[in-house]
């Protein structure tokens, strides 16, 4: 299907989404109509169990076949469930024979405060993401894919507040840039592929948002003369593959460069563009190359007057990496040897760069023009809990507090203890004393961190009355320990605590 045979988002479309609202065609709607199995089965792009709880009549019923499961429908029951002449001017439906079927999938999506959103993305591809492609014989490369797990990372990922200007680079079906309709005056969203910058501008229009400046290009190409921007989100095109020919690359994920050349280009020019304050955030793939620290080359990405925060959140080997991508191409099902000959045309390309395995996360960047950058990177497999927006934009906050308080400082301020902190304590039964004193966040990176007998004493006096020295003072005085030597090492514990928000400063 070309862009001309796409719908067109025009005056009739807000008489198509009233019909989805009335029809429930909404993400509870969904999961009342086929019941939390059959729901979650569509993530796993295992659609039989929705298919037989829509054998039922019904206007809900009929939406979900037609846009959701790509089923055809009669007219009468398109009649029915939604204004049905126009949907078929404005190329929403499709007559074939004497059934409709529908010409794009359409999915429910819940927004942030509960908002009823519908994405649009190519048939086949709103179920399960990726795995969609070869279900329906499209094997195009401008395919472009309905809302999958990355998409969501990055969505709670993204630092929430309200901004001038926010830039989508590589949009796809528009999720970003819907997200950022909510809190930024203007979106302006890119991507290579026009057929995405259609998707995208349905996706905005059947929910209701406001029209984005959409605008085709590579990476920050269309934007170049046109920062700065408060905040950046990118979803690329960031799998590391060899180089395919231009018929068989897929644009939602084959970025046209070497290695992670491309995320690594993202990173750098990111800095020229945002405004001062601004927030810069994508998920991105990174090899770990022999005889190098990922860490190391990963700094290097960094733009000047920017601290950032990196978080690799997995790790696979060249073998797993390759069978991932391979198979979310749909090649394994076909021709064995074609496989076998995709699959050593990978592994050569990694030998040949000296690539051992890849990494998978998040990359958070913010200009602070700080001579001297935070940079933080870290391996962090460990269960999180989202939305983590608010985490990434506090850990910034508390660098420049950091940035800006030597240890003197440090030990003149008061602090409260974060509200989501509980205390474990480790030691053999029946010790009068605990050997340890664990503290543990409930929330965002829910991280735990080991304090002595001071520490413990630190953090849990500290309720925004007393000075930090003053704490510390005390402490040793009741331990009969030189307050001198105390107050020595205290500020590299408080550095600790407030970097990892156990700790808050109040003044």
Known sequence: MSIADLPSPGPDTARLRDALLAASFTADGLLELLGASAYAALARSESVPALRATRQDGPLATLTRLFLLQQDVTPEQAKAALPMEPALADGWLVRDGHRLRAAVDVRPFSGPDGQDWWIVSDPGCAVGGAAGIRTTGETRGDVVLGVGGASTTLAQLTVREPVARALDVGTGSGIQALHASLHATRVTATDLNPRAL???????????????????????????????????????????????????????????????????????????????????????????????????????????????????????????????????????????????????????????????????????????????????????????????????????????????????????????????????????????????????????????????????????????????????????????????????????????????GFLNAVD
């Not at 022999?290 to 601290?307: F, S, V």
């Not at 050997?435 to 991280?447: A, P, T």
């Not at 105390?486 to 408080?494: A, K, Q, S, Y």
């Open 198 to 500: 259609r998707m995208a501008r349905l996706t905005l229009a059947l929910s209701g948002a406001p029209e984005a400046d959409l605008r085709q290009g590579s990476l920050f190409e269309p934007v170049a003369d046109d920062g700065p921007f408060d905040l950046i989100v990118s979803n690329p095109p960031f799998v590391i593959s060899p180089l395919p020919s231009p018929e068989d690359r897929l644009t939602y994920r084959d970025g046209g460069m070497t290695g992670d050349e491309l995320c690594r280009t993202l990173v750098r020019q990111s800095g020229e563009l945002l405004a001062e304050g601004g927030h810069c955030q994508l998920l991105a793939n990174w090899e770990h190359l022999e005889g190098e620290d990922w860490r190391d080359r990963l700094a290097g990405w960094i733009p000047p007057g920017c601290d950032a925060w990196i978080v690799q959140r997995e790790q696979q080997d060249v073998s797993q990496y390759t069978e991932l991508w391979l198979r979310d191409a749909g090649e394994h099902r076909g021709d064995p040897a074609a496989y076998a000959a995709r699959y050593e045309e990978w592994l050569d390309a990694f030998a040949e760069r000296g690539t051992r395995a890849v990494g998978f996360g998040w990359i958070s960047l913010r200009r602070s023009g700080a001579a001297r950058p935070s940079v933080i990177i870290e391996d962090w497999p460990h269960a999180v809990e989202q939305p983590l927006g608010p985490e990434i934009r506090a850990h910034f906050v508390r660098q420049d507090f950091l940035r800006t308080h030597d240890d003197a400082a440090l030990l003149e301020c008061r602090y409260t203890l974060a509200e989501d902190v509980i205390q474990e304590q480790i030691g053999r039964p029946g010790a009068e004393d605990p050997e340890h004193v664990v503290l543990r966040r409930r929330h965002g990176m829910m991280r735990a961190t080991t304090l002595d007998t001071v520490g413990a004493g630190l953090a849990g006096s500290c309720d925004g009355t007393l000075r930090a020295g003053t704490i510390i003072d005390a402490i040793a005085q009741l331990l009969g320990e030189d307050a001198v030597v105390l107050r020595d090492r205290t500020p590299e514990l408080l550095r600790g605590l407030v970097e990892q």
